[in-house]
């Protein structure tokens, strides 16, 4: 059997990233992925960073893009109104995929480039010094191992690299995908073909942490809803019901109207920030990048994961390559470990520390949506008497002013 | 209105003749949350005069159950080639 520079468990955004990265630079590398094929289980709200494949992946231009997101919306949802807050742009720095067609296409790259793509096995386990897999039966010896086995961390667990999540780390996203023409899609949305929109809303159903989400696709849109876990559990909110009161509100619904659902699926996202990163990424020549190491950044007007799961990956295999070139091989995970702490990736992490605060604050999903649309319906409910704004604003903020204008303050100091 | 049983039947499965997921019967039994009858995005947990019964077909393989359960779950994720095939991820 070939003696393998490195394995990478997981062919996600993360181990992709790796896997590619390592190829490109020459390494003799081997990536193992648990579903038949690859990105069969990836899944995620619809929306992807581009700078880091921009800046990494040659030919990036060609991946399967489903549309550049131009429009961004905010909607406040209770549950009959709505209130919505559009920017748009005629420059984008994110776009709309299928995560399995993309993961596919950057698994392909990676094989162009070199490396060995296996799907359909999963590794048991993973050893240390000198670092292997198990899989199969087999054990397979190489001089690093990156886990990049996603959001459930089995193996990183198993090794005490990290433990497992609380319930208020991570929340359950749930999405719906409908089948819609092109152009309807178009005319719907107000955009042209290869534009999209990225749609979150807050309040409704579940008027706690978490949201509704639309996206997007050339021929399809995906919508869904994430709830933390704590939340659902304290509130006992059905997940599987939300998602259909949120499909049939009717101004989620305007978007859906006459599409046929064609999917339906789930998956945690790590919620936690800096505070969901473990204390080490690595033992020894093993470690952790991606969801596994909890590298998801939610800041409520935007969540990026994808992004940073893909350049950890890149991290990762650069610090091994920096290793072997150096002639110490087993410094490779060190040097992940000081390259991750110093990168974007944990910058952008420490940067929205205090949106973790914000966030947890459940006034915002419930209170102050309720009072944004009250104070609309104010304003525009005309029925012979109209109302003054101040006296609307007054109304809606009676008794809780200071508690609201400290609130409103923290969230501009933190998201 | 789409039955969850309906919209799991758009989803591509193979499924493993024993399950991945194993809940302890007597944790159950005397478990007072239950938060698995709510949780779970494919409502595969069900109660049955008093008792919880889980089927694994159908699993979506989010991890949810194993994060909310309070007992300790045996979760692990499906054998290699099987579970769920999504298309649209």
Redesign the interface.
Known sequence: MDRFDAVVVGGGAAGLGAAYRMAENGLNVLLIE????I??????GGRIYSWVFEEYVKGFRDAPIERWVRKERMTLLDEKESVSIEYSSDESCSFVA???KF?RWLAERAEDAGALVIS???VEDVKLNPAKIV??GDEIECDAVVIA?G??P?LAMRLGLRE????EE?A?G?K??FKLSEDEINSRFDVESDEGVANLFVGYPIFTHGGGFIYTNKD?V?AGVVVR?DS??NN?????DV??KFR?HRDVAAFLKGGS????????VPEAGIKGIPNTLHKGNVMIAGDTAGFVLNRGFTIRGVDFAFYSGILAADSIKEAMDKGDVSSAGQIYEDKVRKSLILRELERFRKALDVLENTRFFDEYTRMMVGIMNGIFDVRKESNRLYDVVMDKTKGRKLRMVLDLLSAFRGL | ??S?EN??G??SF?VDSESHIKPKEEKCDNCR?R?CL??????LYRLEEGKIYFNHEGC?????C???CPEELE???????F???????
């Open positions: 648990r579903g038949e094929n990105g069969e289980k990836s899944v995620y299928n995560l399995t993961n359909g096995i999963k899989a199969d086995e959001v459930n089995m497992d999540w609380k319930p991570v359950v749930v719906e995908v399809t995906s876990v659902a559990m006992m909110i059905e997940v599987y998602v259909e049939t659902m064609i999917e339906y699926s789930a998956h945690l | 209105m789409e969850i919209r799991l758009l989803v193979t949350l938060v709510y949780v779970c995005p494919a409502k979506l393989e989010c991890g949810t194993r994060v909310a979760w692990e994720y499906p054998r290699g080639g579970g769920v095939h999504y298309q649209f991820g």
